[in-house]
Every structure is written in C-alpha cells, then in structure tokens.
C-alpha cells in the first residue's frame, strides 16, 4: 500500500518511537502484508513464526519485537523495533493512509440554517443538511449527504461519513468518527398494547455519544424514551450494530458487528462483545467482561470474566457442557442397548421362576 508521504526508516521510527536497526536512511514508502510485499514497504512481524512468513516477501523493512531482532538480522534492509508492534503499525498506517480531505468551506449546495452554529474551520460538503440550533464544533469534517437534525450539537474534530443521520437533539463529543449509514437518535422500539391495537410509546429522550467514540456503517442508536441513550468515551462499534432506548455503554466497551443491546442494558467499562452476539434488556454487565461471538448475555454480569453460549455462562464451563453434549448419541445408544439386555434379562428371569414352579 504506497499512500502518504515516503518517509526514511529514521523518521518513521521517530512516529512510534521506536529503535532502528540497519540502513537510517532507508525510504519506505508503503506498508506490505505478510502475503504481498513490494520494494520500499515495511511488514508487520508480530511474532517468530509470522516473521518466517514474512521474510519469505524479501520486505526492505520489518516491524518487530527487540527479542526477534537476531532472527532477522542480514535478512532485510532495516528494521524497526518496539514493545507494542500492533499500536506502532496502527500508527505507520495512518502516516501512509491519510484521511481523504474535504474541500475546505461550505459546498454550495448544502443546506444551512441560518440558526444553525458552525465553527471555525468547518467542511460541509454536497447535499448535507443542517437544521435550525445544530452546533458544530470546530475543523468538523461533514461527508455528502449527512442529516443534522434540530438542536444537534456535535463536537471538534469529529468525521461524519456519508449518509449519516443525526436526529433532533442528539449530542455527539469531539473526535468522534461515524461511518456511512449510521443512524443516531431513531426512535426507540417502544409500544404498548390494548385490546389488540399496539400504540406507539413516544421517544422524547435523547442520545449522548461521549468523545472518541467511533461508530461503524449501518450502525443505529436509538434515543431514549426519557432522559438518554449513552455511548461511553472511547468506545468503538463495528458495522451493523443495534443499540436500543436508554441503553448506557461504559467507557472503551469494544462490539463487533451485527450484535446488539436491548433497552435498559447498561454495561461496565472496556467491555468487549464478539459479532453476533446480544445484550438483553434491564441487565446489567460488570467492567472488563468478554463476550465470545454468537453469545447471548441473558442475565446480570456482577463479576467480569470471558462468557459464551446461549445463554452465556463462563466459557470453561460452557466448552465442558459442549464437550458433554457432543457424546450425547453414544449416550443414548448405549443406554438403548442397556435396556435391550435389561428386557433379556428379565424375559430369562421369568422363564426361569416359571420352570422352578
């Protein structure tokens, strides 16, 4: 991947602070995988046995571990070592993929309010609507497309992709990323029902995205039914994610896609959930829980832990119980075949007594 600006391996190791070893001077001009390197790309080592992979592509330069040092040594043109390789590759990726800039000002075709409060350094881009009292803080990046409803506020430094629809009265914190299609501050699913007729519950509340949060594509977050559906600082959702009315993630919760938070459920903080996987509602889920993909949490988490199944128990547990269940056939053949010798016996018993008499 050649995007950015080439940079020698000095200077990139200056990025992520991080030591060189080989040529200073090396330029690097993109970021190669273990599958495909080209000439002046540096590759992510992780690990010895993804650096035997890697040193099979001829990379100009890898991105290791100090222990690994030695293996790779005379194999590549430089190296650069760091104790934590996947925060440094994060941080060479955004050197070598920058963000795809927006035209600076307000396009002409996008409709502002004349109520409506921009900041300094602001980008409106084609067909994006802005409504009376929104507030948008400063160098906010608005894609073609977006809705700001009524009285949204939304702070500095955030990016709103594409097609991103932000309902009346929603709050968004700063640096905050929104990917194409989320949808922030629909109504909640809430209805009651009286002699067979369901009546809409009016959805008066709101939704608080806390700063750095980042929402994936497709992603909905439903506004409460009073008082606010919270999504805590620092948490990332992935693609296709349904949050429901007054749902309050903690801080740095992690959730990948197509999962989904009933109504009411209220999670600790640096949750992670695995795709496919749910949240009912009214419980509540401790801090530093871990939630395996295709898990159900059905009931309160009180003390935190690595949970999977359906319903979710400790995943030791839960692997025992598949193990079990895995011999269950041989369990019931073997039990048919008990009572077949049982049915024997008993038909020899009886003839037996019947002789003695």
Known sequence: MKQGQPITLSELATVVNGQVAGDPHLVI??????????????VLAEDERKLCQALEQSPSALLLLPVLAEKAQGKVKGMILVQNPRLAFARILAHFAPLYPLAPGIHPTAVISPEASLGRDVRIHAYAVVEAGAKIGD??????????????????????YPNVVLRERVTVGSRVIIHPGAVIGAD???????????????????VEIQDDVEIGANTCIDRATIGKTVIGRGTKLDNLIQIGHNV??????LMAGLSGVAGSAKTGDYVTVGGQSGIVGHITVASGT?????????GNITEPGFFSGVPARPHREEMR???AARKLPEVIKNEKELERRIAKLEEMVARLSAEAR
């Open 29 to 42: 001009t993109g970021v190669g995988s273990l599958e495909q390197t080209g000439p002046g790309e540096i």
């Open 290 to 298: 871990v939630l395996a993909g295709a898990s159900v949490i059905a």
């Open 321 to 323: 119980a598949k193990a």
């Open 188 to 206: 909640g699913f809430g209805f009651t029902t009286a002699d067979g007729v369901h009546h809409k519950v009016p959805q008066i509340g709101t």
């Open 248 to 253: 309050q993630l903690g801080q740095g919760n």
């Open 139 to 160: 160098r906010t990046w608005i894609y073609p497309g977006v809705y700001v409803g009524p009285d949204v506020t939304i702070g500095a430094d955030c990016v709103i």
